[in-house]
């Protein structure tokens, strides 16, 4: 029955199960408290809109489509966590008690009541410990106990990743593409859970169903939108979750930024439970204009950043490999996405989404040279048949392996 368990982001249409989820679970529990034994539907669906939504992020969790549980989240704080009574002791609890170290790794806190000796024993068989004996604020007035959940003490990497530097911006260019996401989606089909390693700004993250990301830089943290999933701030070869966390991990256009890919994708391999995705450039491409006429290095230094193809399969095994044709008009600001726009290359802006630029010296002076084959029309006298293809093959690759 656990695997039937889908934990996924509160939608609004979801309020009226979560309240009857809530008030039937409460009901059940709280014999002990008399504001409880009197709350009304109403009243429940009052505080829960005005209380619990207003400051909590909310999670439910669903068995075959039906809302049976729900977690509220402030911070590091569990302000709820609730079962359908004819679900507990299934698993979903302990499915949200792991959502929440995922959301907040650095440690947790919750109030429960004294007397209530399932959620107490609850809590400590995951670790937590009471640390306060107190009262409930009124009107409730019952004996409580906080508890904190803190990690075992460890080795914490230290975080100092390229678009720390450069990313100042880069949401304004980097933008997923609907023809690049819909590749990715019909990879990740059938995937409830997906982590996202490397996930920036939270391009390409499915919208419907439970996604975390991970990323090392708070630059790109502080970028993502209220709409995009949770994000913890670590690396891709350290991270913060159990074996089978997920059902996919999914990691794009990031692999060439980690100090050490060998380490990445075997952690990608770890929490995966069914697949691993990887939208990447093979290094085997030539590349594209920008690259064979104005910039030469950037396949010196993107080739040994990369891992080949045979790499891939050597450090993940079978694999399938799908050609990843870019669009005319890619709304994804990458090295690549200009291809038949080569005035874009002009902007300042474009070129400090794109992190090869921050590796090379003298770039203004090619960006001269490209800005003046553009006036004099040498560019498009070489390069000018381009402008009228739809899309064009340039080495992007996604490279998935699933799990036997």
């Given amino acids: ?25 409460g009901k059940a529990t709280y014999s002990f408290v008399p504001t409880w034994q009197t709350l009304t539907t109403e009243g429940a669906a009052k505080f829960f809109r005005e209380s619990i939504r207003a400051r909590c992020d909310v999670w439910v969790g669903t068995l075959h489509g039906v809302i049976v549980g729900y977690i509220a989240i402030n911070n590091s704080y569990i302000d709820r966590l609730y079962v359908d009574p004819d679900e507990c002791r299934r698993g979903l609890g302990s499915r949200f008690v792991a959502l929440a170290r995922i959301l907040s790794p650095d440690g947790l806190e919750l109030h429960t009541h004294q007397e209530n000796r399932v959620a107490r024993a609850f809590y ?7 640390v ?20 075992v003490p460890g080795e ?49 993250e499915p919208k419907d169903r439970l996604v975390i990301g991970v990323e090392p830089a708070i630059t790109m943290i502080r970028q993502r939108g209220k709409d995009t999933a949770p994000v913890v701030q670590a690396t891709a070869s350290h991270l913060p979750f159990l074996a089978d966390s997920f059902d996919a991990a999914m990691a794009i256009l990031t692999v060439h930024h980690w100090p050490d890919k060998r380490a990445g994708l075997s952690e990608l391999l770890r929490v995966a439970k069914q697949k691993v995705v990887i939208l990447t450039w093979d290094p085997s491409s030539e590349g594209f204009w920008l690259i064979q006429r104005y910039f030469p290095e950037i396949v010196e230094i ?3 950043e990369c891992p080949t193809i045979d790499q891939f399969r050597e450090l ?10 870019i669009p005319h008009d890619c709304c994804d600001g990458f090295l690549g996405a200009y291809w038949r726009r080569p005035e874009a290359y002009l902007d300042a802006g474009v070129r400090a989404a794109i992190s090869v630029f921050s590796k090379i010296e003298d770039v203004e002076r090619r960006i001269d040279q490209l800005r003046n084959d553009l006036r004099s029309g040498a560019w498009d006298q070489e390069f000018g048949d381009l402008r009228k293809l739809t899309e064009l093959d340039i080495g992007y690759r996604i490279i998935a392996s699933e799990k036997r």
Avoid at 124 to 130: D, P, T
Avoid at 132 to 149: L, Q, R, T
Avoid at 316 to 325: A, D, N, R
């Fill in 124 to 130: 400590e068989k995951h670790g937590f410990r009471a």
């Fill in 1 to 25: 029955m656990k695997s039937e368990y889908v934990i996924r982001p509160f939608q609004g249409s979801d309020e009226s199960a979560v309240i009857n989820v809530w008030y039937r679970s």
């Fill in 316 to 325: 993940l095994g079978e694999i399938s490999v799908t050609p990843v044709p």
């Fill in 132 to 151: 306060k004996f107190g009262m409930s604020p009124p009107p409730e007035s019952i004996p409580d106990v906080e508890y904190h959940w803190r990690p």
């Fill in 302 to 304: 993107d080739r040994p």
């Fill in 156 to 204: 914490r990497q230290q975080l100092t990743p390229t678009y720390d530097l450069i990313g100042r911006g880069y949401s304004d260019y980097r933008n997923p593409d609907p023809r690049i996401e819909k590749l990715i989606a019909q990879q990740l089909t059938g995937m409830e859970s997906v982590v996202n390693v490397g996930a920036g700004t939270g391009s390409y």
